[in-house]
């Protein structure tokens, strides 16, 4: 591949990882409803993350938290490559049952725990992790994320189980053939969880880290990449995955991944 060219390549194992080499391109200003795990593999890659901006060099980890902005830069003439993943807080939480999500507030690590766990997710890329591997790999995740934080509020078995009968409902929805998507809205919602509407997206955000709208969004644009990358018409991904026409889906697809849609085939190919 061409050094003077940005690229990405995926794993080929359902794990979501990702490898980029960054040359004089910047990602915009953007926020998703996951974690996201990264490790720097060459360069110095910059960003900017709660206000500040970062850098991470070779070896440093980078953990962001859900629904926090952030962009990625690569400054003129100066590449960066770097090995990651988005890692799902349904994961995180299923391993916690109840505790609010941890929060990693430097952005950037040098802990042996972390760069370790890191390696064993990302750095050995054109290997398949097994399915049981990858597992025990978010397990060490989440108790570490855990660990290293002071974020340990542990809500009720009533508000998690109630929390997520409304995260299922939301999924089950978005993929039902027969749905038109006319049941989201936080009065529904509510109903699901028995609490009032405030309260679902109060405790909806300590559990998944984000509120049930920018879930949903995620969710959303999650089914459209697939559809994009299957070749599918922007126009037509656009409405069967729930947006109002194909130029809200290209605000909302900028504004979670910091590309367009038409930059994310450009880059993958």
Known sequence: MAENSSWVRRANDGTGRIEEY???????????ATYALAITTSGVQ?????GTLLRALPGEVIVLHPDELHDGQARQGTPFAYRGMNIDPLVIQEILQGASLPFLASGVTKLPEFVSLAKAMLCDFTRPLDTLEFQDLLYSFAVCLQRATTNS????V???E??????EYIDDELYSKNSEHNGFNLEHL???ANYSKWQVTRDFRALYGTTPYHYLTLKRLQKARGM????????KVALDCGFSDQSHMHRQFKKCFGLTPKMCIKLSK
């Open 22 to 32: 960054l040359c004089d391109f910047a990602y915009a200003p953007h926020k998703h």
């Open 46 to 50: 910059y960003f900017n993350y709660r």
């Open 153 to 156: 509020t542990k809500h009720t």
């Open 158 to 160: 009533a508000n998690y």
């Open 162 to 167: 109630a929390i997520k009968l409304v995260r």
């Open 190 to 192: 509510a109903d699901i």
């Open 228 to 235: 994009i990358e299957q070749g599918q018409v922007l126009s």
